[in-house]
Nanobody, 123 residues
């Protein structure tokens, strides 16, 4: 069983930065695509970024150029560096492991979700 634990969320002013971490158990983690999703109140959970085991990444248009996803396979950890944060980035952020070998943007292609970490950006 794979367990994912997110951390690093918090309250930040617009224009600020946060780095989220997704720590996973299970050494097979390094072979899989890992994605970050977010869900704001009253909205659907949406794709933010995803990364392949080799490091290739994909971003949602809304965060491209501001967010950077990376991974340290030795530490079984995936990171999401978020810069130039905007109030519309406020959401609960989740990481998840994909069942695909490519970076899917569809939440139904992901299993083993973490519990989420709250990110709040004030204006």
């Amino acid at each position: 069983q794979v367990q994912l634990v997110e951390s690093g969320g918090g309250l930040v002013q617009a224009g600020g930065s946060l780095r989220l971490s997704c720590a996973a158990s299970g050494r097979i983690f390094s072979s899989y695509v890992v994605g970050w999703f977010r869900q704001a109140p009253g909205k659907e959970r949406e794709f933010v970024a995803g990364i392949r085991w080799s490091g290739g990444s994909t971003y949602a248009v809304s965060v491209k150029g501001r967010f950077t996803i990376s991974r340290d396979n030795g530490k079984n950890t995936v990171y999401l560096q978020m810069n130039s944060l905007k109030p519309e980035d406020t959401a609960v952020y989740y990481c998840a492991r994909a069942t695909t070998t490519w970076v899917s943007t569809t939440r139904h292609d992901y299993v083993y979700w973490g519990q989420g970490t709250q990110v709040t950006v004030s204006s």
